[in-house]
């Protein structure tokens, strides 16, 4: 039979209590609780973030320190990171397999008290994950350009990441030679980013390129558009070349050529 004081310690390490989950979302847990992690994309990461301190359970009755967070019950091919111990908040991250199907998959986060010096037991969660191809789209405008030679034509990009986690997504044309580029944009979770893609033509000509834009989390998780420029010689398109500097005259005629420069700026 137990003591009282002894009875007292375990009825309070035994009790109910909420920890603080502080990202991706603010939320209470408890023991056992399900936490959803919302949509992620194969062999992307998320990383979760505990705040230590609890304000009930333990010795005295008034809370404490947990001092790591693990994860296990990964699905095959997952991998993981636990927390550092005595970090302050916990963190943790669970990183899809890169060739993860689509479909609902599930983990386990433990936080623990070394030891049980505090007298907190441990907490386990239940962490649910969508994982799905689709957490990524683009945009190209205007997809067709028309100008002439000598104006720039510009492509705006955007990528959107409508995933629960940030991504990096390397950005690429092909297909316009002289004008192929590839640039990585970081892409915050739930957020879009816009880049430009500026080409100059010289000729009149036809010119296609391909925009695409791949995770580096993973080869899934990719889109690809096309893009047309046409470049074609027209007395509008020469005064705005004028702006540009492409095209020279004599200099008695620099003033009348400047003038009709300006005025075509005038004109869109």
């Given at each position: 039979?137990?003591?009282?004081?002894?009875?007292?310690?375990?009825?309070?390490?035994?009790?109910?209590?909420?920890?603080?989950?502080?990202?991706?979302?603010?939320?209470?847990?408890?023991?056992?609780?399900?936490?959803?992690?919302?949509?992620?994309?194969?062999?992307?990461?998320?990383?979760?973030?505990?705040?230590?301190?609890?304000?009930?359970?333990?010795i005295h009755g008034i809370g404490g320190l947990y001092d790591q967070a693990q994860v296990y019950d990964l699905p095959k091919?997952?991998?993981?990171?636990?927390?550092?111990?005595?970090?302050?908040?916990?963190?943790?991250?669970?990183?899809?397999?890169?060739?993860?199907?689509?479909?609902?998959?599930?983990?386990?986060?433990?936080?623990?008290?070394?030891?049980?010096?505090?007298?907190?037991?441990?907490?386990?969660?239940?962490?649910?994950?969508?994982?799905?191809?689709?957490?990524?789209?683009?945009?190209?405008?205007?997809?067709?350009?028309?100008?002439?030679?000598?104006?720039?034509?510009?492509?705006?990009?955007?990528?959107?990441?409508?995933?629960?986690?940030?991504?990096?997504?390397?950005?690429?044309?092909?297909?316009?030679?002289?004008?192929?580029?590839?640039?990585?944009?970081?892409?915050?979770?739930?957020?879009s980013k816009t880049i430009y893609y500026e080409i100059v033509p010289l000729e009149e000509a036809t010119y296609k390129a391909?925009?695409?834009?791949?995770?580096?989390?993973?080869?899934?998780?990719?889109?690809?558009?096309?893009?047309?420029?046409?470049?074609?010689?027209?007395?509008?398109?020469?005064?705005?070349?004028?702006?540009?500097?492409?095209?020279?005259?004599?200099?008695?005629?620099?003033?009348?050529?400047?003038?009709?420069?300006?005025?075509?700026?005038?004109?869109?």
């Open positions: 039979m137990f003591s009282k004081p002894i009875l007292l310690v375990l009825l309070l390490a035994a009790a109910s209590f909420s920890i603080s989950v502080l990202a991706p979302q603010a939320v209470e847990v408890q023991n056992g609780d399900t936490l959803n992690l919302g949509t992620i994309g194969p062999g992307q990461t998320v990383s979760i973030v505990l705040d230590r301190k609890v304000t009930a359970g333990g091919g997952w991998g993981a990171s636990d927390s550092k111990l005595y970090e302050d908040p916990l963190q943790v991250t669970i990183s899809a397999a890169p060739d993860a199907t689509e479909g609902q998959y599930s983990a386990k986060v433990k936080i623990i008290d070394e030891n049980n010096g505090e007298g907190l037991g441990e907490i386990v969660l239940n962490i649910k994950l969508n994982v799905t191809y689709d957490v990524m789209n683009f945009d190209v405008s205007p997809p067709d350009i028309k100008v002439g030679p000598g104006q720039p034509a510009r492509f705006a990009i955007t990528v959107t990441n409508k995933g629960s986690t940030s991504d990096v997504f390397q950005v690429s044309s092909t297909g316009a030679k002289r004008w192929e580029f590839t640039k990585p944009v970081f892409v915050p979770a739930q957020s391909s925009i695409n834009v791949v995770s580096l989390a993973s080869k899934k998780i990719a889109d690809q558009k096309n893009v047309t420029l046409t470049v074609h010689s027209t007395l509008l398109g020469d005064y705005k070349a004028m702006n540009n500097g492409v095209i020279i005259f004599p200099i008695y005629e620099t003033i009348t050529y400047a003038f009709a420069g300006f005025i075509s700026n005038f004109y869109q």
